[in-house]
């Protein structure tokens, strides 16, 4: 993998999924998804949007959506490259999460990324039931077509739930919880650490937040690099900001809007 490819996977994947990018045999010390805290309610309508920079050069834009849709939670992100960067390397992805509100578990995760030339659409959808995930993969520039079947245990979130279902849960500096994310059919655990209270400047303003730093026991960036995410030291949890510093530069999110309709 090309440093500029390990880049845009990061970009692309909102942060997280970087620690998620090898396969990792699940501990056994580790149990199922903790359910969301009492009292806690996933957003109705939330939009968020970051700006994206690498380095001290702006790369690109994100935009989250949280909605309900029924006893489920739908997430839609998009994520676009623009300046310098777009001129470089195009970039203009899309992921959906739907998932239980009650217990946090993903019935279906959708991409489809225009990265370059590489153009590939792919579904996940899991069945608790059966005990197995079926995950569909369409390769948009020439046609082809796969689908592969494997077993999933237990109740799982993905990758781009994982960020915001964090939110449903106790964030105390000091603590940890653990969460079982999935992708492509692999399931790490990923240990979210709550480490301090800080002060957290964006566009959309001034916020007391926690810093949580994810810890994957396999990735990519295992020993190169880490993760940080801010959320706010509020019931809300907001992420307003998340930043990826590895050996070839740092990628930071920024909140720079919050909009509930």
Known sequence: MTTRTHGIRIFCALALAVL???PAAMPQQYGQLPPPRSGYSFPQRQTLTYSV????FPAGTATIRLESIGENERITANADTMGAINMLFHVSDHFQSIFDRQ?????????????????ISSTLKLDYNQGKSTLDEKNLVNGQTKRLEAPVRGCVTDLLNGIFYASSQ?????HSFALPIVDAQRTIYVTMKAESREEIKTPMGTF?????????????????????IWYTDDERHIPVQMRARLFWGTITFRLTGNEYK
């Not at 920079?53 to 001290?56: E, G, I, K, M, P």
């Not at 578990?105 to 153009?119: S, V």
Request: proline letters at 6%; aromatic letters at 8%.
């Open 20 to 22: 998620l990018a090898a």
């Open 103 to 119: 217990r946090g578990c993903t019935y279906q995760f959708g991409k489809q990324t225009a990265e370059g030339r590489r153009q």
């Open 208 to 228: 007391h937040t926690i810093r949580v730093q994810p810890i994957a026991e396999a990735g990519v960036v295992k020993n190169r690099g880490n993760i940080w």
């Open 170 to 174: 106790p964030i105390v500096p000091g």
């Open 53 to 56: 920079d690498w380095r001290v």
